[in-house]
């Protein structure tokens, strides 16, 4: 089944993500014991996505990376001089790269962004030389427990930075983060003691450490997600106050909404037949979706045949009112193609609902699956229809 799970998704999970905007690949533990917990977590290639501490700060080569979930956050990834950048007279100036030893870091969480499934913070850089200091790009960011030994890696968030000029004596600049909860994704979880970011070139300089308690998964899922570093506009030392985000309703629950499974042979590959989920929410009540619902195969008597993983980067929360409809691409392995045995589902489950406590919403879907329950749908991330 493992080996299934990885040739298709090198088939399958190339073509369904092109068609996502260009998101990377992101990994799920597909939804368990009944497709009440899948929790997606982004896993780009070696090469792009580690945040390593050797990565950080390279020297500034363009100011848009073409995929925007695979951004490593190597921070320094700096543009091609622009007009903008001509205009500027602190770029003009020409400060220098800011160093490690420039900086001091503080951790700070933000409930107005934090969710049941994800707490945010940012990451405030302040710089305490005599001397203006540039930085483009994202920091580098490990957590770390008491010992200093590294818990995991964050992830880059997010396509474009923009030059940061942080003025001397108290300029700051800050990154935005998010920080998934591990009991979301039932991974296995150690809190860290502390988080060291990196600015130096090439992680040259140690990092900058500040104290933060923060649960972290240790068994390789990524939960740690940090964004660029943006200048702080104020006077230095002073850090504006976040702007009041636009009230949301409630996320939607599995019983506000409707599933109807569309065929879509255009996101068909070899191998792999393309589909659309769309999420009707069928009540007068607005509700919040974003993310990816956890989605399961299963038979006339509702046993359980098939999973699913989820592809995309996840992208803003939108709003559903009465009528409006949400919609999920996909893609499924074709059982001829991986010689199983193959009988025809029944329909799709698909759990909306915050840590599966709903129900579910179900959709027919007579899709040919595996007989073993080898069967992993490919999935992406909801977006307004």
């Avoid at 420039?102 to 302040?126: G, I, K, M």
Wanted: proline fraction near 7%; include cysteine; charge should be negative.
């Amino acid at each position: 089944m493992h080996t299934k799970r990885v040739v298709f998704r090198a088939i399958a999970g190339a073509a369904l993500t092109a068609t996502l905007a260009g998101g990377s690949t992101m990994v799920a533990a597909a939804a368990d014991g009944g497709g009440l917990h899948a929790i997606a977590v982004p896993s780009a290639s070696v090469a792009t996505s580690e945040v390593l501490a050797f990565e950080a700060s390279r020297p500034p080569t363009t100011t848009t990376v073409d995929d925007a979930a695979t951004t490593v956050a190597g921070p320094g990834d700096g543009p091609a001089t622009s007009q903008a950048h001509k205009d500027d007279h602190a770029w003009q100036a020409g400060p220098d790269h800011c160093e490690d030893w420039n900086l001091t870091v503080d951790y700070r969480e933000r409930a107005d962004r934090s969710t049941p499934e994800a707490t945010a913070f940012d990451l405030v850089f302040t710089n305490v030389g005599s001397q203006p200091c540039s930085f483009d790009g994202w920091p580098g960011l490990v957590a770390e427990d008491a010992d200093g030994a590294t818990l995991t890696w964050a992830l880059a968030s997010g396509s474009t930075s923009t030059l940061a000029v942080l003025p001397p004596n108290g300029g700051q600049a800050v990154a935005e983060g998010t920080a998934a909860l591990p009991s979301v994704s039932g991974c296995a979880e150690a809190t860290s003691d502390r988080l060291r970011a990196y600015i130096s070139s090439d992680g040259a300089g140690g990092g900058i450490v500040d104290d933060a308690r923060i649960p972290v998964c240790t068994d390789g899922t990524w939960t740690l997600w940090l964004g660029p570093l943006a200048a702080v506009h104020g006077a230095p030392g002073e850090v504006a106050p976040p702007e009041e985000p636009e009230p949301l309703p409630a996320k939607c629950q599995d019983e506000q909404l409707s599933l109807e499974f569309v065929a879509r042979p255009d996101l068909s590959v070899a191998g792999a037949s393309g589909f659309e989920l769309v999420f009707t929410n069928t009540t007068d009540t607005q509700c919040s979706i974003w993310g990816w619902p956890g989605l399961v195969v299963e038979s006339a008597d509702n046993t359980r045949i098939g999973s699913s993983w989820t592809v995309g980067d996840m992208g803003e929360p939108f709003v559903l009112a009465n009528g409006d409809a949400a919609i999920v691409l996909g893609s499924a392995p074709d059982p001829a193609a991986w010689g199983c045995e193959a009988v025809t589902a029944d329909h799709l489950r698909a759990y909306v609902t915050s840590d599966g406590a709903g129900p579910g919403v179900v959709g027919t879907a007579q899709i040919p699956v595996c007989a073993d329950g080898s069967t992993v749908l490919e999935i992406g991330p909801f977006t307004a229809a």
